[in-house]
């Protein structure tokens, strides 16, 4: 038997002084999905950083042990959404 998870969406709000846990999030996906023998696919894996932290430099994600890509855009449930939160698209 193959089992997929199709959708899924790790988000977080990070205050001004703030570190991201998104890696941490990350980790149990993977350990979650490993236990549960099913597959992400990291080809369609992609990160986006949204607002001002957008212009800072950023940790790279993994999963895995293999790096997550860094989109400028991406499309969620039909709604396009920009890094630059003022683009419309």
Known sequence: MHKFVDNI???????????SIM????????????NNNMNVNIKKTKEIVLGPAAKLPQQTLVLNNKP????????LLGVCCYKRLTDLG
Request: proline share 0%.
């Open 9 to 19: 969406t790790l988000s977080e709000v990070i205050g001004k002084h703030d570190a």
């Open 23 to 34: 890696q941490s999030a990350i980790d149990e996906l993977g350990a979650w999905s490993e």
């Open 68 to 75: 997550i890509d860094r989109v400028h855009s991406f499309k």
